[in-house]
């Protein structure tokens, strides 16, 4: 059976909300790296149901960078929060690959964590409300 266009976005949306929770988990659990991978993972999840939403096809690409897949929506987000999107991509190459997890680590204190978890916060409500997804 296919999935409707909404079935999709819904898709997205659940897993966005799950790695979101996932994101939480590893941070009450001091796992500040995976907090900022799953972090990463649920805004990649949440923007490719906009996407789906903006685009005909139900089908996303198959990448995995913040501001291409942005682009490719009808989102208008402010520099600073395209900006971060930038820096939210680092938190898939650095959980991926040895050096960068190092140098990860080392920034990944709790109070950097839980900075970028409220701004992930901020900008999942942004995304979903321009998106009108909300």
């Not at 909300?17 to 590893?26: G, K, M, P, Q, V």
């Not at 900022?36 to 789906?52: G, M, N, P």
Request: aromatic content about 12%; charged content about 30%.
């Amino acid at each position: 059976m296919m999935m409707t266009k909404e079935q999709h976005i819904h898709f997205w949306l659940k897993n966005a909300e799950e790695d979101f929770e996932t994101a939480i988990y590893n941070f009450n659990g001091k796992k500040n790296v995976y907090c900022l991978f799953f972090l990463r993972l649920s805004l990649e999840k949440l923007l490719k149901a906009i996407w789906v939403k903006d685009n005909v096809s139900n089908t996303p690409p198959f990448i995995h960078d913040l501001k291409n897949i942005y682009s490719n929506t009808e989102l208008d987000l402010e520099i600073e929060q395209i900006d971060f999107l930038a820096i939210v991509n680092d938190w898939n190459i650095s959980a991926k690959y040895p050096d960068y997890k190092r140098s990860l680590y080392k920034k990944a204190t709790d109070t950097y964590t839980m900075l970028q978890i409220e701004r992930v916060k901020e900008l999942r409500q942004c995304l979903l409300e321009e998106s009108s997804l909300a």
